[in-house]
């Protein structure tokens, strides 16, 4: 005779890990946002005293450039006011752009100024729109003569990667390659540096609409121009933060009572 005997086995059900991948990237991410959000405002207390420094150097009374300009402590006197005195090379002026001020597309006229007492620069004479940017250019040739300008130095300017070539050949300047524009009107041998200077206007806004209504160039405000946008990246980046650290407390308390519900 023969017997059976039969045999248990216990089945055990596979533990469910509390933490899943998914709960970790969300996790991961009140970190990262905080850190970015306080990031920005480390940057936020550099830009503000940028600004104030910059702010600090426009109100200084305009200073003399001196006849050879050293080029590597230009960027040491940024939005320093300047006073310059001699003529226009209007042979060499081109238009810069596009550019808009209110709303209205047109050019910024720049035109080298040989200095009576050094090298030549070159000047931004500032706003021209877009009809008129040819009569700007034949109204500054019949400017002749010594003259003065208040101006405000300025370093060259980032072109950004949607910015066209310049095609100096073609008389197209679509961004202030300040070397380039310096070799165009005739470079070292023609004594002439690549130093950018914007022209100030000074005068009010109906001033500035009759200029620009006669094709004449309407140049920049002495005010800093620079951007600051810190405050609302720090917004942001610690809206983002709590608002995934609410995500993750809500899935892990998901999670736990999906855990709880389970057979042991």
Do not use: C
């Not at 469910?16 to 946002?33: K, Y």
């Not at 920005?40 to 050879?68: C, G, H, N, S, T």
């Not at 030549?120 to 021209?128: M, S, Y």
């Amino acid at each position: 005779m023969l017997s059976t005997e039969g045999t248990s086995q216990t089945y055990k059900a596979k533990r469910e890990p509390l933490i899943t991948p998914f709960m970790v990237l969300v996790g991961i991410m009140p970190i990262f946002t905080f850190a970015l959000g306080t990031w920005q405002v480390q940057r936020l207390k550099w830009k503000i005293a940028l600004i104030d420094d910059l702010e600090e150097k426009l109100e200084r009374e305009p200073m003399p450039l001196p006849p050879q300009i050293n080029l590597a402590a230009l960027p040491d006197f940024t939005f320093r006011k300047v006073a310059l005195k001699g003529q226009w090379d209007n042979a060499h002026a081109i238009l810069l752009g596009p550019r808009v001020r209110d709303g209205t597309i047109g050019y910024h006229l720049v035109v080298p100024f040989v200095r009576s007492d050094g090298s030549t620069v070159l000047v931004d004479r500032g706003f021209v729109t877009k009809e008129l940017a040819q009569t700007a250019k034949l109204n500054q040739s019949k400017i002749q003569g010594e003259v003065e300008i208040l101006g405000m130095l300025r370093t060259a300017q980032p072109r950004n990667s949607f910015t066209p070539d310049n095609h100096p050949e073609n008389g197209e300047w679509y961004w202030a390659d300040v070397d380039a524009i310096a070799a165009s009107a005739g470079g070292q041998a023609a004594g002439v540096q690549p130093v950018f200077v914007e022209e100030v206007f000074e005068g009010h806004a109906g001033e500035a609409t009759t200029r620009i209504s006669h094709g004449l160039p309407v140049g920049r405000s002495p005010t800093v121009d620079v951007r600051n946008s810190h405050v609302s990246y720090i917004i942001t980046w610690y809206s983002l933060s709590a608002f995934t650290t609410v995500m993750f407390i809500r899935l892990l308390l998901k999670r736990r009572q999906a855990l709880a519900r389970l057979p042991r």
